[in-house]
């Protein structure tokens, strides 16, 4: 039998239930053409950003930091001999270190001439004494083994940047140096330099390097696009972008593509033309943001490429390639994503879009692309890697279940009866959604185990199911709205399941039918639906409520590398007792009796089993443990802290995918997290002295303003579209009852500010 609360007792002392009827093996949809496999696996290449040729000879160059948000940064030497092959030691020849952090590297077009190298970088200048991004040249060794004269250090042009940098560069084929510029601030455009053409920051930037002149160590070129403007800076080319990450040349055509990062919706990627303005901060991609604000000179251009936050939360950008490994790829532009680990390929041609599509559904953590020696493409993994594209070996599988039914994870899916050897658990501090009640159950294939980690989410084993259904207390049609109880029974609306395959995890969704007799497999893409849910605020005691059914990638923007895909499953959300006929048990101890554990270093030795005898590393009593934010009895600090590690922290966490400079995984002291007196790094909604969180003010407070939105600016930003207003009155009298004191901030942990 089974419990709400968690495994039946006697159903522990008996053992657990090997299951092995899951069906939910395959993919229901056609896969991407593409997997990645790494390179050089046997390197240390420590948080790379991107990686570039080295001209005249086989080697590569990897721009890598220390981690946080600025220097020192490194070029690291790669050379061939080492690419995959585990009987040369491979190790890294340090090319360049600067104090900067490092964007991008450009050789000049006559570099085996010249031996000319610029490096694109952000770090506090000298001269201006502030925090710049700047292009910096150096001389490489014509003869072997071309070195690098870190003494031959030039600066070539810099300006005030602090926040989006940009800071890529690469030379056109008209011999031009380009250089990115973002807005220059963390804030939603806080100088509004977007649309300002007397300031650098938020521009592309086309410079002559080759004739310096008397005063700066480069030339403006005469066809420059604004050099009829009073007071506009000569060296722009174009404007209104957010934060080009990374830019490159199409080697056929010679257009100039830009990746850019987004901020509250969109994601883009553009062909930037002479003299063009993208809008930012007017609008976000092709939408509306600050409207009110000044706009540039010229017309606003839509983007030529645009992503939803539902399929990408901070775009990477690419290039078009002509390699001979892939036909299918030839000529189009290949970018990713850092968040979600997606790459796309779009054909480009004579103004227009031909063809778009997805190449791979990757778990990397995508900073850059690079073209190697051969022209094939190269993919840059911030959490530590270079990888390439091969052949998929997946294949969509007609068999998957279309109907939940058919996933072998119930008994009785008329009688909602689960197999007996799905196991039931639940959390101490659940996910907001939208009001719906969850059942959860976690399936582990035959007599497999995870592994058992005490800091984060645990390892699962491939075959594994984590199965969780939503329900809400909806409306009988088939009664008058006179006739309706205030408290109806709760119906099922949707069941997801995540499945890991080899070595990744996926998601997918199941819509309930009206008669709850079984749940269709929801289509890739997603949809809404409108339900009448009881409400007491709402007319005869109900209220229509928009139900999200999430899309396949719209999954894995929260299941990503940086929260290890697995969110509810970890001591200090297990790590509770639950009441069953007068008793108190422990769910850990619970699952512990099953055989579901085996210890981290397990894993290099014989596959354990449910039998491997397991122990804690602690008594589970003096394991961490979360607080539950409805437990009024706790501590209130610990419930806020509670609540924002798991609502908030999967994306606000070091190398996540929010773009803002905050950590709110509960062991961050509080002190430590970046929010107590910190402005906001985004937009402030028009509050004077805004905070993320203003202690004693919550009307000031960024964080919980958020939480009170929906639509521009919410949070969470995905998968709710209703407040939680429990929520918002704990956080309040939290924010209410904080004393004021002095500010503390701390540095930006992401590589895309």
């Known amino acids: 039998m089974q419990s709400s609360f968690g495994v039946d007792p006697q159903d522990a002392e008996s053992g657990r239930v090997p299951w092995n009827d899951s069906t939910v093996v395959g993919f229901p949809d056609s896969p991407p053409p593409f997997e990645v496999v790494q390179l050089y696996s046997h390197l240390d290449i420590p948080k790379p950003m991107g990686v570039t040729a080295l001209p005249g000879t086989s080697d590569l160059l990897v721009h890598v930091h220390q981690g946080g948000y600025g220097g020192p940064g490194r070029l690291l030497r790669v050379s061939p001999g080492a690419a995959n092959s585990k009987e040369t030691k491979g190790e890294l020849e340090e090319f360049l270190v600067l104090d900067d952090i490092i964007y991008g590297v450009a050789f000049h077009p006559n570099f085996k001439e010249n031996g000319l190298m610029y490096v694109g970088c952000n770090g506090k200048s000298e001269a201006l004494d502030k925090v710049c991004t700047r292009v910096l040249r150096f001389h490489i060794q014509r003869e072997a083994p071309f070195r690098c004269d870190a003494a031959s250090q030039m600066t070539i042009i810099e300006w005030p940047s602090n926040g989006h940098n940009g800071g890529d560069l690469v030379f056109g084929h008209d011999g031009m140096l380009y250089v990115s510029a973002g807005d220059g601030t963390s804030d939603s455009d806080a100088n509004h330099a977007g649309q300002d053409l007397t300031t650098l920051p938020g521009s592309m930037l086309r410079i002559d390097v080759d004739h310096p002149t008397k005063d700066l160590a480069y030339s403006i ?285 996926h998601g997918y969704s199941y819509q309930w039918n009206a008669g709850q007799t079984d749940a269709v497999l929801v289509e890739a893409s997603g949809h809404d639906q409108i339900f009448e849910v009881a409400s007491k605020g709402g007319k005869n005691g109900f209220a229509k409520q928009t139900w999200h059914y999430p899309s396949r990638s719209e999954c894995m923007v929260c299941h990503s590398r940086a929260s290890n895909f697995v969110l509810g499953l970890s001591v200090r959300q297990t790590n509770l007792t639950f009441s069953d006929e007068g008793h108190t048990f422990s769910q850990l101890e619970q699952f512990k009796q099953l055989g579901l554990f085996h210890a981290s270093h397990a894993k290099n030795k014989k596959e354990p089993t449910m039998d491997t005898p397991f122990k804690f590393p602690s008594a589970v009593e003096d394991l961490p443990k979360l607080a539950d934010p409805a437990d009024t009895n706790q501590d209130l600090e610990s419930r806020v802290r509670s609540y924002l590690h798991s609502n908030c922290a999967n994306c606000h966490v070091k190398e996540g995918g929010g773009n803002s400079n905050i950590t709110l995984a509960v062991n961050r002291a509080l002190e430590k997290t970046g929010i107590i007196d910190v402005a906001a790094s985004h937009d402030s909604f028009g509050i004077t002295d805004a905070k993320l969180i203003k202690p004693a003010d919550p009307s000031s407070s960024i964080l919980l303003q958020r939480m009170k939105r929906r639509g521009r600016g919410q949070m969470p930003p995905l998968a709710t579209s209703m407040i939680d207003e429990d929520a918002v009155s704990m956080i309040t009298q939290w924010i209410n009852q904080l004393p004021v004191g002095e500010p503390t901030r701390v540095p930006n942990a992401s590589p895309k500010p």
């Open 221 to 505: 070129p005469t066809d420059n696009p604004f050099l009829h403007i009073d007071g506009a800076r000569p060296e722009i080319w174009a404007y209104g972008l957010r934060n080009p990450w990374r830019i490159s040349v199409d080697a056929g055509t010679g257009d100039l593509w830009a990746g850019i990062n987004g901020q509250d919706l969109w994601e883009t990627a553009q062909v930037v033309r002479r003299g063009e303005n993208y809008g930012w901060s007017i609008t976000e991609g092709s939408h509306p943001f600050q409207t009110h604000r000044k706009r540039g000179p010229t017309p606003i251009v839509p983007p030529t490429l645009e992503h939803p936050h539902s399929e990408a939360r901070s775009l990477t950008g690419g290039h078009v390639y002509y390699g001979n490994k892939h036909p299918i790829l030839r000529g189009h532009y290949v970018y990713g994503d850092y968040a979600t680990g997606m790459i796309w390929a779009a054909k480009y041609e004579a103004g227009s879009v031909l063809s778009h599509f997805p190449v791979a559904r990757t778990s990397l953590q995508i900073a850059g692309f690079g073209i190697d020696h051969e022209g094939e493409l190269i993919v840059v993994d911030h959490g530590g890697g270079l990888y390439a594209l091969v052949p998929t070996r997946q294949q969509q599988s007609s068999s998957f279940p279309r109907l939940l039914s058919q996933t072998g994870i119930y008994e009785s899916i008329t009688k909602n009866r689960m197999h007996a050897g799905l196991i039931p658990y639940r959390v101490n501090s659940p996910l907001w959604s939208d009001g719906a009640v969850k059942d959860r159950f976690i399936g582990i294939p035959g007599k497999r185990t995870i592994e058992f980690q005490t800091a984060k989410s645990w390892d699962f084993p491939d075959g594994t199911v984590l199965v969780k259904t939503f329900s809400l207390p909806l409306a009988d049609k088939s009664k008058k709205a006179s006739d309706q109880t205030h408290e109806p029974p709760l119906t099922r609306i949707e069941t997801r399941l995540m499945t890991r395959q080899n070595g990744e995890w």
